[in-house]
């Protein structure tokens, strides 16, 4: 009966250190599961610690796109402010310039009409004559013969005239009672008679100034055949 004690409680001890191994090996196992589980939980913390720092370098380099951008646009803006503003400067000077030359243009007209005419000028300013009007024509240099406006000529500022009939000037370079085309507004004037003398008394006028001005140049005859030029 001993013999069965014993055996009974040798057999108990070892059923309990079979047991203790069965608690350990399974502490053991819950431990190791315990150290994959915090191993996973720091590979997925890490893992999402580097994709949150993505995000942020990501995010700040669309930041700093953006700033680049917003700058850029900001330059070319005051790039085209600062040109704008010197087209407009350099408009307003163009403007002021051609209001200073109209305005010494207009001083230049009154300072001429204010100024009188010299002797063999007076034609050169009046260069506006209506059709049918008796004017002169200057056949040599101070020489003036009458002449009546037949109408504006083919050329810019001319005029087709009818000499009058006259023996003055060699008969008026030999166009006496003929018609000239296309004289220039600057070898014709007012006639004399516009200032109350009739058309002899103006030729006589004519006469008289030639023989006020002795001294000078008379031209060829055949400057008077180049009136029309």
Do not use: M
């Not at 993505?54 to 953006?66: K, S, V």
């Not at 305005?103 to 009046?126: F, L, M, N």
């Not at 059709?131 to 001319?158: F, S």
């Amino acid at each position: 009966g001993a013999d069965a004690a014993r055996g009974s409680a040798s057999a108990a001890t070892g059923a309990e250190d079979d047991a203790g191994e069965e608690l350990r090996r399974l502490e053991q196992v819950r431990l190791q599961e315990e150290a994959a589980a915090e191993e996973e939980r720091r590979r997925r913390a890490a893992e999402e610690e580097a994709e949150a720092a993505r995000r942020r370098e990501a995010e700040a380099e669309d930041e700093a796109r953006r700033r680049q951008a917003a700058e850029s646009a900001q330059a070319a803006a005051e790039a085209d402010a600062g040109a704008a503003t010197k087209a407009a400067e350099k408009f307003d000077e163009l403007e002021r310039r051609l209001e200073e030359e109209e305005r010494q243009a207009r001083c230049r007209e009154q300072d001429s009409a204010a100024s009188p005419a010299p002797a063999g000028d007076i034609g050169r300013r009046q260069v506006t004559f209506r059709t049918g009007e008796v004017a002169e024509i200057q056949i040599y240099v101070e020489k003036w013969v009458p002449c009546t406006i037949l109408r504006p000529g083919e050329k810019p500022n001319t005029f087709c005239v009818h000499i009058l009939p006259t023996e003055l000037y060699d008969c008026a370079a030999g166009r006496s009672d003929k018609d000239v085309p296309d004289v220039p507004a600057e070898h014709l004037r007012k006639a004399l008679a516009a200032a109350g003398l009739n058309g002899s008394t103006a030729t006589a006028a004519t006469a008289a100034a030639e023989a006020a001005a002795p001294g000078a140049a008379a031209a060829t005859a055949s400057d008077a055949a180049d009136l029309a030029a």
